[in-house]
């Protein structure tokens, strides 16, 4: 008879670097006694605040980081020290952008009542009562120049990505490289640009297509690029079915290839638009800033929520940096609101 | 072998002159349509590039006959009475010098934390918390100029302000930090600070997708050596990542020597070259052109054409050399 030997339980090999209570212990030790000893520094120094409080707290793991190296070895105490300075300078980042979420959040809620969102500000001056008013004007107007400048920008983009992609053709490499540097074009060059040959030669006044033109020029890179990152991601093995069924490299391209990637697609340009919304600069330059409702965008200035919070902010009054503060949150409500449409659009294709 | 087959095959199974396949190795006419067309559409980015320097430099041209090299050196910024042109003056070398100064206090302060959250998101959190900073991050850069500014001019001028008169306290002797009156707001520190904020998001992601393709079994070269996860960060990513890195921090730079609106609401604009930082004086040639640009007459307008030519020229330059330097480590990918 043969006997097979099997071990009560199956041994796992040793990992000397995995979490044990003690470690985690250790840890939340030398944070807390960092924390103590920060709130003692805040007591006796001139530091004062949340923020002083955080700024001994990060010197304090620093120095307690370094104390520590004394009762271990040099690689591991410089690996603590580099791990406390990394994990620091993360939470430091974090520190202004929850301030600049939170407080146009607060700062703006003020500025909000029932008609806030439905009615202009043709007959309220910025600096009167904060429940008369309101930025429908700046909505709409910021609503339509997304609209055409996604217009312009979309089939543009995604022309030029199918060029880098599919045609491969000898300047791809130089229409990437350029399209990347354009990414840099400064907004008011491009208003300025827009300026100087729309509003000047063409239209003779501001305009709300001047400006969404120069929204395109700015959404081109964005557009491009991250269309080029979904086209790569379709399998050859696909337009190699089709063409071995015969398909033309225009059938291929249009009938297989843009399809397949359809909510990719759109979510490349729905995040060049979430990009573009807020550009003032350009829109200062180009369809300049008008306090009546209109939908005229061939001729005459226009409203739009970055010039609205630009020009309230501008009159100085309570009241008006409230406004801006209030314009503000739904600035960034409508770029989240397009963040968020364009992630799940995106999600759906990922699963693969 | 076909020949061998037609050889040994009777004459009449076959025709005189059979007809091979053909293999298409020329696109059909509607292909050479397409491939027409797709190539002329992405060609827009040169020609949009092309057309921004060249309508630039026709309306700026005026200037830059009238006041040559010396619109890029001179200081002074004067309309005259906007009618005679003989009383005009106009000079962007203050406002040069203050696009590079405030964009460098970005860069020095932007680049570490940028560094750090990088490895910090690529390397130290768990996967879980990495999928949602990465939206996070991409939402953050998202964030418009004009809100960082009105952030910048409500909430940050005061703890600006406060930090700039206690490093003055301490560091006055040191020229970069000498102020002439104790007046601290609207300081190009603070400027460059509001900055910073705004390319660490782009810095950081240009950074983390080059670290991301960092040689993962080198890493775990360096752990079974018995390094730390130190080690691993600092003899293998680091040095990969470094010309991607310097390639993000270069993206960053020709942002903030553009920025506009953020500059125009934080920074007091005064045509005078300066380097004291905690002081109340600064520009930007963006924010100049902003400035100027409502109550510009015809000649005015002109010279700030001739501005934004000189900005476009300075960030693509910066821009293109960026795009070089990170295409170099992503050479390895495409």
């Known amino acids: ?352 | 072998m076909p020949t061998q087959l037609v050889s040994d095959a009777s004459p009449d199974t076959f025709p005189d002159n059979p007809v091979g396949r053909v293999i298409a190795t020329e696109y059909g006419p509607s292909d050479k349509v397409f491939r027409g067309v797709i190539t002329g559409g992405a060609m827009m980015s040169l020609v949009i590039l092309a057309l921004i320097a060249g309508f630039l430099l026709f309306r700026g041209l005026e200037i830059f006959r009238d006041f040559g090299f010396g619109f890029i050196t001179s200081v002074r910024w004067d309309a005259g009475d906007g009618i005679d042109k003989a009383t005009a003056s106009f000079g962007i070398g203050a406002m040069l010098v203050g696009s590079v100064v405030t964009a460098v206090i970005a860069l020095l302060i932007a680049t570490p934390f940028a560094m750090g959250t990088a490895l910090f998101l690529e390397f130290y959190c768990p996967s879980w918390l990495r999928i949602f900073l990465t939206s996070v991050l991409d939402l953050v850069a998202a964030i418009p100029s004009v809100i960082y500014g009105v952030w910048g001019y409500a909430i940050f001028m005061q703890y600006g302000t406060s930090w700039g008169r206690a490093i003055n306290e301490h560091l006055g002797w040191f020229p970069l930090f000498h102020v002439p009156s104790p007046n601290f707001g609207r300081s190009p520190f603070i400027a460059g600070m509001v900055l910073a904020l705004m390319i660490v998001p782009i810095t950081t992601s240009v950074a983390r997708a080059v670290y991301s393709q960092a040689p993962r079994d080198q890493i775990d070269a360096v752990y079974a050596l018995g390094g730390s996860r130190w080690s691993g960060i600092r003899h293998i990513v680091l040095p990969f990542g470094r010309s991607g890195l310097i390639g993000g921090a270069m993206l960053g730079l020709g942002r903030a020597l553009g920025e506009t609106v953020a500059v125009y609401l934080v920074l007091n604009l005064v045509f005078r070259i300066n380097f004291q930082i905690l002081a109340s004086v600064g520009g930007n040639v963006a924010s100049l052109i902003a400035n100027r640009f409502g109550e510009a007459g015809e000649y005015e307008l002109k010279a700030l054409m001739a501005a934004g030519l000189v900005l476009f020229l300075v960030t693509l330059l910066v821009n293109f050399a960026a795009t070089a330097i990170v295409g170099r480590t992503r050479g390895t990918e495409s």
């Open chain 1, 1 to 352: 008879m043969t006997t097979t030997f099997v071990p009560d339980k199956l041994v796992k090999p040793a990992r000397p670097w995995r979490r044990t209570h003690r470690s985690i212990l250790a840890m939340l030790g030398f944070i807390a006694i960092a924390g103590l000893s920060s709130t003692g520094i805040v007591a006796v120094t001139g530091l004062a605040g949340p923020l002083g409080w955080y700024v001994g707290f990060v010197f304090s793991l620093a120095v307690f980081g370094f104390l520590g190296s004394f009762f271990r070895d040099r690689v591991v105490a410089v690996d603590l020290f580099a791990t406390v300075l990394i994990c620091t300078a993360f939470m430091t980042v974090l520190i202004p952008w929850v301030s600049i979420f939170y407080s146009v959040i607060k700062r703006g809620a003020p500025a909000f009542y029932k008609g806030y969102l439905t009615t202009d500000m043709l007959v309220t001056s910025s600096g009167e009562a904060l429940n008369l008013g309101g930025l429908s004007h700046a909505i709409v107007g910021t609503l339509l120049m997304l609209a055409i400048a996604a217009l312009i920008c979309i089939p543009l983009g995604i022309i030029a990505a199918i060029y880098i992609v599919e045609i491969k053709g000898r300047f791809a490499g130089a229409v990437r490289f350029l399209t990347q540097a354009m990414s840099g074009v400064p907004s008011i060059v491009a208003g300025l640009f827009i300026y100087s040959t729309l509003v000047i030669l063409v239209f003779h006044s501001f305009s709300g297509i001047a400006g969404a033109c120069a929204l395109a020029i700015l959404m081109l890179p964005t557009v491009t690029r991250t269309a080029e990152e979904v086209l790569k991601l379709v399998p050859d093995h696909l337009r190699a079915a089709s063409y071995a069924l015969g398909a033309s490299q225009a059938q291929t391209t249009f009938r297989v290839v843009l399809p397949s990637v359809r909510s990719g697609l759109i979510t490349a340009s729905v995040l060049g638009l979430a990009r573009v919304a807020g550009e003032t600069a350009p829109l200062l330059l180009t369809s300049g800033y008008f306090i009546k409702l209109t939908t005229n965008v061939g001729n005459g200035a226009i409203g739009s929520l970055p010039t609205y919070i630009f020009s309230t902010l501008g009159a100085g009054t309570q009241e008006s940096v409230t406004r801006a503060w209030g314009g503000a949150c739904v600035l960034l409500a409508l770029i989240l609101i397009l963040f968020i449409g364009a992630r799940s659009l995106g999600g759906r294709n990922k699963g693969r």
